[in-house]
């Protein structure tokens, strides 16, 4: 594979398909160099997380529970069009979509040394890491028969690049609308 060696390489039917495994935290900068290798060479990746969902707790005053998205995570959120793949076992993964999610900024007022009344708050505030996981609502889907070569345009995240990537991602539309 000239210089590349993915955790798992094969071909799906007449498809060459590298399975990258993330366990730990990586290297945004190493995720898109990877990926920018693997289609250079012609090959659909799909980064695959070891977790077979991922670790929520309850927020604060909330009902739902709430994922903290690393950087890493929502940069591969951002490069399979909001999803990411949790192994459950075989062949099989679970996409996820991470909704937003905001938080309440209580109201407060005070006043300066000059006399001005201020006050803010009083409205909720998207965050960055934190992210209400939405699980796709069927069942588990098969690498081989649930899923296809897409192409995906080159973009940004933050402040990276996301080159022209070939991805192995699911055939389904976004279940989150």
Same mark, same amino acid.
């Given at each position: 594979?000239?210089?590349? *060696?993915?955790?798992?390489? !094969?071909?799906?039917?007449?498809?060459?398909?590298?399975?990258? =495994?993330?366990?730990?935290?990586?290297? #945004?900068?190493?995720? #898109?160099? &990877?990926?920018?290798?693997?289609?250079?060479?012609?090959?659909?990746? =799909?980064?695959?997380?070891?977790?077979?969902?991922?670790?929520?707790? !309850?927020?604060?005053?909330?009902?739902?529970?709430?994922? *903290?998205?690393?950087?890493?995570?929502?940069?591969?959120?951002?490069?399979? /069009?909001? *999803?990411?793949?949790?192994?459950? +076992?075989?062949?099989?993964?679970?996409?996820?979509?991470?909704?937003?999610?905001?938080?309440?900024?209580?109201?407060?007022?005070?006043?300066?040394?000059?006399?001005?009344? *201020?006050?803010?708050?009083?409205?909720?505030?998207?965050?960055?890491? !934190?992210?209400?996981?939405?699980?796709? %609502?069927?069942?588990?889907?098969? !690498?081989?028969?649930?899923?296809?070569?897409?192409?995906? &345009?080159?973009?940004? /995240?933050?402040?990276?690049?996301? %080159?022209?990537? +070939?991805?192995?991602?699911?055939?389904?539309?976004?279940?989150?609308?």
């Amino acid at each position: 594979m000239k210089g590349v *060696r993915p955790d798992v390489s !094969l071909y799906i039917g007449k498809t060459p398909v590298a399975i990258e =495994i993330q366990k730990n935290r990586i290297d #945004i900068d190493y995720i #898109i160099q &990877r990926t920018e290798r693997h289609a250079n060479l012609g090959i659909y990746v =799909i980064w695959i997380l070891t977790d077979d969902k991922p670790k929520t707790f !309850l927020h604060e005053g909330e009902q739902e529970d709430i994922y *903290r998205i690393k950087k890493w995570e929502a940069c591969l959120h951002e490069m399979y /069009f909001e *999803r990411l793949y949790y192994w459950r +076992k075989e062949a099989y993964v679970m996409p996820y979509h991470f909704k937003t999610f905001s938080t309440w900024v209580e109201e407060s007022e005070w006043y300066e040394d000059n006399g001005e009344h *201020r006050q803010e708050g009083g409205f909720y505030r998207e965050t960055k890491t !934190l992210k209400i996981p939405m699980p796709f %609502p069927g069942p588990i889907l098969h !690498l081989a028969e649930d899923f296809s070569a897409k192409m995906c &345009r080159p973009s940004r /995240f933050e402040s990276y690049a996301i %080159p022209q990537s +070939k991805l192995w991602m699911d055939k389904n539309s976004a279940w989150w609308r």
